[in-house]
């Protein structure tokens, strides 16, 4: 199966770097991180990536940010993703610099919140958007904490914040997801995306209790689960707190076979199903699971 998820990744791969959304596609930002990080998992040679590194390199702009496509260069949500597929190129530490850098100084819309607000989230906790001067919300604070963690900066003040603000943003029953948690004193849905990200970047920086009530969650829903995004981030999420379902790899197999029904799935989902198929291996050298080895920093009581 990672045969075969592999080679449906490299079919999207274009002549001058980088990888299309699906084949015969046009060229994608996150698509190319993502491809870049499934590609290096599986042991392909670095010098072989150097080319998609490179076409990454080109969407970024001067302050460090990458934007997913040049006509929006506000929606930097892919910047995390860069700073990974980054890793460990010796051609790409200048750029990988200057998008940390560009993380560590940016952050979402905040401000206090008012008692009378419907909402009960804590609006001053910082992490990160997915498009500039708009709120933080959960996925795209994962995506940084997991990048900057990988960088070595899990110690640094804005690391430690965004943990807190996704504490903050968990539900009171278990999971998270878009990023809000009561409104008008109700209680929200969580979605399993969202707290597989979650789970994945808190791994290391919170004891395992704080998060209980979220795996709870994800456990009893990863079954029931027939999208590949939801799929590949729930495996992701389980997988970095050691509990990764047995019946894992079956799960992914039954997601692939729906390609027959709803079409080929876009190259971002294969990669998040390939890298969740390869968290059931091993969480060591994961890509997107790299721990820390600093004792956790924040502790829910």
């Known amino acids: 199966m990672k045969r075969l998820l592999l080679e449906a990744i ?4 274009l002549p001058d770097g980088g990888l299309a959304d699906r084949r015969d596609g046009e060229f994608r930002v996150d698509s190319t991180a993502f491809a870049i990080l499934s590609l290096a998992a599986a042991g392909e040679p670095p010098e072989s990536l150097e080319r998609s590194r490179a076409r990454l390199r080109k969407e970024q702009g001067d302050d460090g940010r990458v934007w997913v496509s ?3 260069p506000t929606s930097y949500w892919p910047t995390p993703l860069a700073i990974l597929a980054w890793q460990n190129s010796p051609a790409s530490q200048v750029a990988q610099s200057h998008a940390v850098h560009f993380l560590l100084d940016t952050t979402g819309s905040h401000f206090p919140r008012k008692p009378d607000a419907p909402w009960a989230h804590d609006t001053s906790l910082k992490g990160w958007s997915w498009i500039e001067a708009t709120h933080s919300w959960v996925e795209p604070t994962a995506m940084g904490v997991m990048a900057l963690r990988a960088a070595g900066y899990v110690q640094h003040d804005r690391v430690r914040e965004a943990v807190r603000m996704l504490l903050d943003r968990q539900l009171p029953h278990g999971g998270w997801n878009s990023g809000n948690t009561l409104m008008f004193g109700k209680e929200l849905h969580p979605n399993p995306e969202g707290t597989g990200a979650a789970l994945a970047s808190l791994v290391s920086q919170v004891e395992q209790r704080s998060v209980a009530r979220s795996l709870d969650y994800l456990q009893g829903e990863v079954d029931r689960l027939r999208t590949p995004i939801s799929l590949g ?7 970095a707190w050691e509990q990764y379902p047995l019946n894992g790899a079956a799960l992914v197999e039954r997601c692939l076979a729906s390609q027959s029904r709803y079409g080929e799935y876009e190259t971002s989902a294969l990669c998040l199903l390939f890298l969740g198929v390869l968290a059931g ?3 060591t050298r994961h890509p997107l699971l790299i721990h820390s080895d600093t004792n956790p920093a924040i502790v829910v009581q």
């Open 10 to 13: 490299s079919k999207r791969m």
């Open 233 to 239: 981030w729930a495996l992701l999420g389980l997988a």
């Open 281 to 283: 291996e091993s969480t």
């Open 70 to 72: 040049r006509e929006h």
